[in-house]
Structure formats: structure tokens, C-alpha cells
């Protein structure tokens, strides 16, 4: 077999590396159900706010605006996105904060620019708003 030798092992170049799997990200998506009822899907990666606007630099965001008339949420509070750990949010310097209570209740507050992620069960609070994460199951809606 071809070998290679990387950082003193021997590595077969002809095998699959296996990764650890974390989450489905073929099968699921994150679904956030809002403090006041409105529901939505993450795709990918997304801005909340008032009027979220992306910063230059960000990749495309699916942008979704939360009506707050307190105005304790920021125009552009909240990054959220999915990679291959899983799901994440990350506070984009919001004047009020963010933070995570997972499901075993231990509420975390979230440092702006960092990421935390959220197991299915979560709720991420934003200013004084707040919303639950579940995890929907995407293969009912396309083939199998």
C-alpha cells in the first residue's frame, strides 16, 4: 500500500479518514421557535436582529429580522450557523447580550465573537427575547 509519514506516523494515503460524528447535518436542521410563537429554519449560516445587516467579510447569510419594540435586541445581535460539530451562535457585540441555557438548565453567557454550541433542547436568550432550539428532520421531506 502507499505510505506517507506525517509527523511521525505512518499514514495509509489510500483510506477513508473517519470522522467523529457530532450531527446529522444531511438529515436535520436547527428550527428556532421564538418566545412569541414565530418559528424558523436554519439553512446554513444566518444574522438575527432587528434589521440584520451583514458585516464585510461575512459569507452569505440567510438575514432573519425579530420584531423587538423594546429594543433590547441589536440591529445585528446574534450570528447562528451549522458546521461539522454542529450548531453554533455567536453574539456579534449586541448591547444586551446573549447566552445559552442548555438542557441541563446552566444558563452560559455568551463572550461576543465566540461560538457556543447548542444541543438540540437549548434556549438562547438575546436581549430580552429568547428562543428554543429543535432539530427537524429534513429526509421527510425529500427522497430517502
Known sequence: TDRTRDGGFDIDVNATAVRPRFLNLSATAPRLT????VTLTIHGYALIGRSPTPDPGDPPAQLLP?????LSISKTHLAVGIDDRGFWVSDRHSTNGSAVTGPDR???RCVPGQ???VLPGSTVHIGDRSFDVVMSDLSVAGPR
Open 34 to 37: 421564538f418566545d412569541r410563537g
Open 66 to 70: 425579530i420584531e423587538d419594540r423594546e
Open 106 to 108: 446552566e444558563r452560559v
Open 115 to 117: 461560538r457556543y454550541y
